[in-house]
């Protein structure tokens, strides 16, 4: 339902400025950081070389991880990254233009949905910038995994439910069902049924709320029809070609990590709560009044929409015994709505004492940190003396972040919006002011890169890491990477007889090694970070050349000569 409001004197202007500056921020701030940075072990290059063996396989049906089968997630998200390696290239901005869009296009649909509730230029900017500004979703906007793209396709489904049963018109409401249908489909496969629960699960307590259910009866199964031909030939395809993948995802990708004791990352059900605030960062003083603001107009359909929106999927994602902070993504959509809205309704009152205490908080959060870095660098040095420009980087976006709050704090109602500019800062140059302990750990790719004509002559490659062989498949473009002592997530995809022989395990690297070098060269990229992989390193032959930086180490050994 649109609200109908008096225009703000400064709206006009607003509506000039509102969309080149959201667009100005996602170049600076999405997109051009991109590139600055290698890819995070291990979600980056996992999904870079999951859709880089789609582009050179030509299999866009069955996911494969280094050539093995890999059943964790559906296909989508992959196609949309090997969409943007195939276009802009294989490298780092082509790896994670995807999440860039996606996390962009999420932003357009705060405006869209802004805009329908409240019909007031001023709160529907308001809501697209605190969205666009949440450190969750800046953060994962440069960050090559799923979750932007999932959050995106699961905000579309849901402000097209309420396009749905707002519209007036039958053609308003017939497109909107079918967009929902669709987005419902790509949701589901990107990373599975979730994508399907959540709209049922906020749609069907609205209708009876509303007295709309027999909109959700008419129109729902067109969503249905149009989500089920979207997704039915690539099923098919999936099942005609590995019979095993609907068993391991829904049981174990489902059932096992949303109720087994021994789910993946097990958190306590109230991780979320305190988490909700870490993610609405620089945002976090203005949650709980934007929330009691919402609550006490809950009898309003939008704001009844909204809360349901938040707090179901909330509800459930908190029952889950597997918790990732990325999962709370499409809870932020309607916060960002309901801040934005009490935001500029503070304003209008010229009620500027909470978004003071806002700035003031984040000042103290961007001193701690100053402080932090101050007293590790002249105690516990994290920088070496070569790494100065990295620091001085950190000094300058905790800086920026420091004087961005301040002048929220000292200018609440007319500066309320340059928290913003603090976390783009923070955004754009975290990653390049990283250490290069932390790059090296994190960051293989790197490392690789610096020796990839040597490796790129090895004949048979090996890596007692997945991190470190994805980045080098990735790198090499050869999935090919053998397994040294190490399984991890691939294990089910290495029990298949056919891939068994990818794995060499300590018993056996002597016997490997004397063989593959009597083939031709081999690469080997070591992680050397605890005893067993000192151990590991040692049973490699002696000879061959060595670089090392960090806990990583490449080995170049050369084919052996006939005797």
Not at 172 to 191: D, E, N, Q
Not at 393 to 400: E, K, M
Request: glycine letters at 8%; charged letters at 15%.
């Amino acid at each position: 339902m649109v609200a109908v409001v008096a225009q703000h004197p400064s709206s006009g202007h607003l509506q000039r400025w509102a969309v080149p500056a959201l667009l100005l921020a996602f170049f600076l701030f999405y997109l051009l950081p991109l590139m600055t940075h290698g890819l995070w072990t291990p979600d980056e290059t996992r999904y870079a070389q999951v859709s880089q063996g789609m582009l050179h396989s030509g299999n866009w049906v069955a996911p494969h991880f280094m050539g093995l089968r890999y059943f964790e997630k559906p296909v989508a998200g992959y196609w949309m990254i090997a969409v943007g390696q195939a276009v802009f290239g294989e490298n780092l901005f082509g790896v994670r233009i995807a999440s860039a869009l996606a996390s962009g296009l999420s932003v357009w649909l705060v405006w869209l949905m802004a805009r329908r509730l409240w019909n007031d230029p001023r709160k529907t900017f308001a809501s697209a910038l605190l969205y666009m500004s949440f450190g969750l979703v800046a953060g994962q906007a440069g960050y090559a995994d799923l979750d932007p793209q999932f959050t995106f396709w699961v905000n579309l489904s849901l402000v097209a439910l309420w396009f749905a049963l707002d519209s007036h018109s039958r053609r308003g409401r017939l497109c909107a069902w079918a967009m929902l249908g669709i987005a419902c489909g790509m949701g589901f496969m990107t990373k599975g049924f979730l994508a399907l629960l959540l709209p049922v699960l906020i749609g069907i307590p609205y209708a009876l709320w509303q007295r709309r259910f027999k909109d959700l009866l008419i129109y729902g199964p067109l969503a249905i029809l149009l989500a089920v031909a979207l997704c039915l030939p690539w099923a098919l395809a999936i099942q005609h070609q590995e019979p095993d993948f609907w068993q391991f995802f829904f049981w174990n990708e489902h059932v096992r990590r949303f109720s087994a004791t021994n789910a993946q990352h097990t958190q306590p059900w109230w991780f979320y709560l305190p988490l909700l605030f870490a993610a609405c960062l620089p945002w976090a003083a203005l949650l709980p009044s934007a929330l009691i603001d919402a609550w006490k107009h809950k009898h309003r359909p939008a704001f009844g929409f909204l809360l349901l929106w938040l707090l179901l999927p909330l509800g459930v994602l908190s029952l889950s015994k597997g918790k990732l902070p990325t999962y709370i993504l499409p809870c932020l959509l309607p916060l960002a709505l309901l801040m934005g809205h009490g935001l500029i309704s503070w304003l209008n009152q010229g009620r500027g004492r909470l978004i003071r205490i806002n700035g003031l908080l984040n000042v103290l959060l961007g001193v701690a940190g100053l402080g932090g870095l101050i007293y590790l660098q002249a105690y516990r040095p994290v920088y070496d003396s070569s790494e100065m420009f990295s620091l001085s980087l950190g000094f300058i976006l905790l800086t920026g972040w420091i004087l961005a709050n301040a002048l929220q704090a000292l200018r609440p109602l007319k500066l309320w919006a340059a928290a913003a500019l603090g976390i783009g800062l923070l955004v754009a140059l975290l990653p390049a002011a990283m250490p290069n302990d932390i790059i090296n750990s994190k960051m293989p790719d790197q490392f690789i890169a610096e020796h990839l004509q040597e490796l790129v002559g090895a004949d048979t490659l090996l890596s007692n890491d997945l991190g470190a062989a994805s980045a080098l498949a990735w790198r090499l473009g050869r999935p090919e990477v053998n397994l040294y002592n190490t399984t991890g997530e691939l294990k089910y995809g290495l029990d298949y007889p056919d891939s068994a022989a990818r794995q060499v395990d300590i018993d056996s690297i002597a016997g490997w090694m004397k063989t593959a070098r009597q083939r031709g060269s081999v690469g080997v990229v070591m992680r050397i970070h605890s005893a067993l992989e000192v151990h590991e390193v040692e049973l490699l032959p002696l000879g061959g050349k060595r670089y090392e930086r960090g806990n990583l180490a490449i080995y170049i050994f050369p084919k052996d000569k006939p005797e």
